[in-house]
């Protein structure tokens, strides 16, 4: 299990065997259940991070923080979209760790390094395909994803890190899939306060995802340095 988890691959598929097992678990559990699989998720996702250097667990910290912010938001506040229950599961703001360990393991991997411009240029291709899908053949309109799959083809074409992003899309496109296919969450026909048509999900949806992404990996920097210069870190006592 650890030479596996070692490899990018191995840990990619064993973060989507958990997570397809959770979605499908979460189905038949009542809240306590639920709140067992989020303990169980935060426990997965601090023992992914304890390979990390300090930077990298800052960064995940950040990633947590934001999309969580972003959640709240997203399904309580305005409601594009909402759970099974109505509430914010207690799995998501740890899984949403799980999905940018796997991007960023994955973007790190020797082969996407060697094809980084064929990655890239898959992602655009199976994204924009989706996106023209969604306003022109899908029985329900997806206008909202049409505009976010623009916003991450700018990200993709634009960003310093693409296969960062082009390795979220991937993750992000199957994680949406499967999660609104067994019914986990769902995306509401016309987003209110936008009045947009949306599919369910969204095809571009993962700019959300990448956006998360790009505020943490500034945002973890400045929380790293918080740390170490916080009060009760204390200087070693010279003798």
């Not at 693409?162 to 016309?190: K, Q």
């Amino acid at each position: 299990m650890r030479r596996a988890l070692a490899s990018p691959g191995g840990f990619a598929l064993v973060a989507a065997a958990y997570i397809v097992a959770a979605l499908f678990v979460d189905r038949g559990v009542d809240p306590a259940g639920e709140a067992a699989i989020g303990a169980i998720t935060w426990g997965a996702l601090l023992l992914a991070c304890r390979g990390l250097d300090p930077l990298d667990r800052a960064r995940v910290a950040a990633l947590v923080l934001v999309a969580t912010v972003g959640e709240v938001l997203g399904s309580q506040v305005f409601q594009w979209y909402t759970y099974r229950r109505h509430d914010l599961p207690a799995f998501v703001p740890p899984g949403h760790g799980l999905v940018y360990l796997t991007g960023i393991r994955l973007a790190r991997s020797p082969f996407v390094r060697r094809h980084a411009r064929a990655v890239t240029r898959s992602a655009l291709a199976i994204g924009g395909a989706w996106a023209l899908a969604g306003v022109t053949v899908m029985t329900r309109s997806d206008v909202a994803g049409a505009l976010c799959m623009t916003l991450l083809a700018i990200l993709l074409l634009r960003s310093r890190v693409p296969t960062l992003y082009a390795c979220m899309f991937a993750c992000v496109a199957l994680l949406e899939l499967l999660g609104t296919a067994l019914g986990t969450w769902r995306w509401a026909e016309v987003g209110p306060n936008f009045a947009l048509p949306a599919g369910n999900p969204p095809s571009g949806i993962a700019a959300g995802y990448c956006l998360f992404d790009a505020l943490a990996l500034r945002l973890g920097p400045r929380l790293l340095r918080l740390w170490r210069a916080r009060p009760g870190r204390l200087a070693p006592e010279v003798t």
